[in-house]
């Protein structure tokens, strides 16, 4: 059986962050919150889908983030550039799959 979590932009007293780079962490951090629950590692990912908004800018950001998160780890990976998310103030949203324990 496989679990999908799919998180985006965060809202902050009901405003999401504009800044890539906090979203893009925050993402992350809620995968891997959302994997601890079952008992499942970030390493346990084998896809991930990343939907930006930002273009080129956001990339760097997402990499950072999925470093800090993920390691060394390295699952099947798609990034898509949309010209925007269902809340035109998300910058960053993110699918990612994993076998559940």
Same mark, same amino acid.
């Given at each position: 059986? %496989?679990?999908?979590?799919?998180? =985006?932009? #965060?809202r902050?007293? @009901?405003?999401?962050?504009?800044a890539?780079?906090? #979203?893009?962490? =925050?993402? %992350?951090a809620?995968?891997?919150?959302v994997? &601890?629950?079952?008992?499942?590692?970030?390493?346990?990912?084998?896809?991930?889908?990343?939907?930006l908004?930002e @273009?080129?800018? @956001?990339?760097?950001?997402?990499? =950072?983030?999925? &470093?800090?998160?993920? @390691?060394?780890?390295?699952?099947?990976?798609?990034?898509?550039?949309?010209?925007?998310?269902?809340?035109q103030s998300?910058?960053t949203?993110?699918? &990612?799959?994993?076998?559940? #324990?």
């Amino acid at each position: 059986m %496989y679990f999908k979590i799919r998180t =985006q932009t #965060p809202r902050r007293r @009901g405003r999401s962050t504009h800044a890539v780079e906090v #979203p893009a962490g =925050q993402v %992350y951090a809620n995968i891997t919150a959302v994997l &601890a629950s079952p008992g499942a590692l970030p390493s346990s990912i084998i896809k991930v889908t990343t939907f930006l908004t930002e @273009g080129d800018d @956001g990339t760097d950001c997402v990499h =950072q983030a999925r &470093a800090k998160y993920l @390691g060394e780890h390295r699952p099947a990976s798609t990034a898509v550039f949309v010209s925007r998310l269902v809340d035109q103030s998300w910058k960053t949203e993110i699918d &990612a799959v994993a076998p559940l #324990p």
